[in-house]
């Protein structure tokens, strides 16, 4: 079993919808944990933390589950602009230098 | 967006070669990384640094080396290319002093070998 997965997608959606991605991980003591979003091409950038009383930025909101083990990241109001593919990261060791990606889900929005 | 680029950006090599590439971070931070990205199997650690002179292994260092000799440099070596090191290759800066503290990439090197 991979220490985080991620459902690879593609997830094909139209604008203005909402749409929720998961991201298991497998270590229980895990400390700290993060979306990144890659655009085609480009690095992976830091989208937000995710905090463990959930936490907002815009139209995007983040939430830990520690009892299932999953965080999730939901997009409202999605965009043409919110296609790209989304990395989950998470903080295992409590050392920065132990912080396993997810594998990353691809989202496209249609007109 | 965190102070750090990579060099080369592109590279077409051949077998055999041996190839350096290079990162460089004007941010200060004792931790650097060098992952590689491949298709299904997301990004994957190569190396990683603590400190000047201080470096670890990966999940897939074989056929890797670094080397650290400044704060700002972080070199990743392929001693002799094969064509299976073909990746995009991004290097990552942290600085762990917050427990949520995470990493920053570079914008990559895409790297070929014929």
């Known amino acids: 079993r991979k220490e985080v997965e991620q459902d690879p997608g593609p997830f094909n959606v139209p604008e203005g919808a909402t749409v929720a991605f998961n991201c298991t991980y497998s270590n229980s003591a895990s400390q700290s944990f993060f979306w990144y979003r890659q655009d085609c091409r480009k690095e992976p950038k830091l989208l937000m933390s995710v905090y463990s009383s959930g936490n907002e930025d815009g139209r995007f909101t983040a939430q830990l589950n520690r009892a299932s083990q999953y965080i999730s990241l939901l997009i409202r109001d999605s965009k043409l602009s919110d296609s790209a593919t989304y990395l989950c990261?998470?903080?295992?060791?409590?050392?920065?230098?132990?912080?396993?990606f997810g594998s990353g889900t691809r989202l496209s929005i249609r007109p | 967006d965190a102070g750090i680029t990579q060099s080369p950006r592109h590279k077409v090599t051949e077998t055999g070669t041996p190839v350096t590439l290079r990162c460089h971070q004007t941010e200060n931070h004792r931790y650097m990384y060098w992952y590689r990205q491949d298709p299904g199997h997301g990004l994957r650690l190569i190396h990683y640094s603590y400190g000047v002179k201080d470096t670890d292994k990966g999940e897939v260092s074989d056929g890797y080396s670094v080397s650290r000799s400044k704060t700002e440099d972080f070199l990743l070596t392929l001693e002799s290319a094969t064509s299976s090191q073909t990746s995009v290759y991004f290097c990552?800066?942290?600085?762990?002093?917050?427990?949520?503290?995470?990493?920053?990439f570079g914008p990559g090197t895409r790297l070929l070998v014929l």
């Open positions: 990261a998470v903080n295992m060791y409590s050392s920065a230098s132990k912080i396993i």
């Open positions: 990552a800066i942290s600085d762990p002093g917050h427990l949520r503290e995470t990493q920053y």
